[in-house]
């Protein structure tokens, strides 16, 4: 035993409990159950429409406005830089679907290779921006401050509010379309307001989670969910669980791979790959247990 004991000792004396205590871990949790909530409801209409592909374009069509707004504004200019470019790109994304006589994929690959690359072209003007671009890909988790944890929970909760308002005309527009617009509702307000949306809650992801992080928070759990209980009730449930489990033992896993192994570790990235692990557990659970019902039939 050292006979003077280094801050990195204390900290690999910590239980659990004790690593959440700490100031930086309580708030990185906490933004994962902010999101692990907002996606959970707004993810259900991505998986219901199939859009998670628009969600990855919205996910990397945000990234000019993280890297306009870090340069006007630094740290500060984040979140208005994020928001203009995510409602843009949703209202793009929409508007061209219904009115430009053009595939949704070609309009999505089209608005997000050109705003992506727009992104990557000014923060390489920047100095320092290969560092610059590592953090705005990959997130800073451990670094989100009080006052980015009340943007991140006051963009949730509009995102949420948006699909709260119009629930009806979503459900309806998921399910069928034509009948949508025959009931009366109308439909390019109904996916304007999906869109804007997924929009926010991009916004609010990518500040903690980076530009390719925030995709899988938004379609994998659902995802996982769909294959893991046929009950519509139990669909958003299980959907905010399975990333909050992942967010907890994510970062208590880059937590003690970091004091104790010295390994610099990004949680983004583990919770993620813990999301993804779940996920294939789940397709695991799904395809044995058809494969059991095909098996006592015959």
Avoid: C, N
Avoid at 3 to 25: C, N, R, T, W, Y
Avoid at 32 to 54: P, T, Y
Avoid at 62 to 74: K, R
Avoid at 130 to 137: F, I, T
């Amino acid at each position: 035993m050292p006979s003077v004991l280094s801050p990195a000792f204390h900290l690999m004396l910590l239980g659990p409990i004790d690593i959440f205590s700490l100031p930086f871990m309580w708030r990185a949790l906490v933004t994962v159950a902010i999101l692990a909530v907002a996606a959970g409801i707004v993810g259900l209409f991505i998986s219901f429409r199939e859009l998670e592909f628009v969600s990855d374009g919205l996910v990397h069509s945000v990234f000019p406005g993280l890297v306009v707004g870090s340069a006007i504004g630094g740290s500060a200019g984040l979140l208005p830089g994020a928001v203009v470019a995510a409602i843009l790109a949703a209202v793009l994304f929409t508007v061209i679907e219904h009115r430009g006589g053009v595939g949704a994929d070609a309009a999505i690959a089209v608005v997000l290779t050109g705003l992506f690359s727009l992104g990557v072209v000014l923060v390489s003007k920047q100095e320092g921006y290969v560092s610059e671009l590592k953090e705005l890909l990959f997130g800073r988790l451990l670094t989100v401050t009080e006052t980015q944890l009340w943007q991140i929970l006051i963009v949730a909760i509009v995102a949420v509010a948006v699909v709260g308002l119009t629930w009806r005309a979503q459900f309806f527009r998921s399910f069928d379309a034509a009948g949508a617009e025959a009931a009366g509702f109308r439909v390019l307000r109904a996916d304007l307001a999906l869109s804007v949306a997924v929009a926010l809650l991009v916004v609010a992801g990518v500040q903690a989670l980076g530009v390719l992080m925030v995709i899988a928070l938004l379609t994998v759990p659902m995802a996982a969910a769909r294959l893991l209980t046929r009950g519509f009730a139990l669909l958003i449930p299980v959907a905010i669980l399975l990333p909050l489990g992942a967010g907890i033992a994510g970062l208590w896993l880059s937590f003690e791979w970091s004091t104790s192994l010295g390994a610099t570790v990004s949680p983004g990235a583990v919770v993620v790959l813990l999301l993804v692990a779940a996920y294939v557990v789940a397709a695991l659970i799904r395809g044995g247990a058809a494969a059991l019902r095909r098996s006592v039939a015959a």
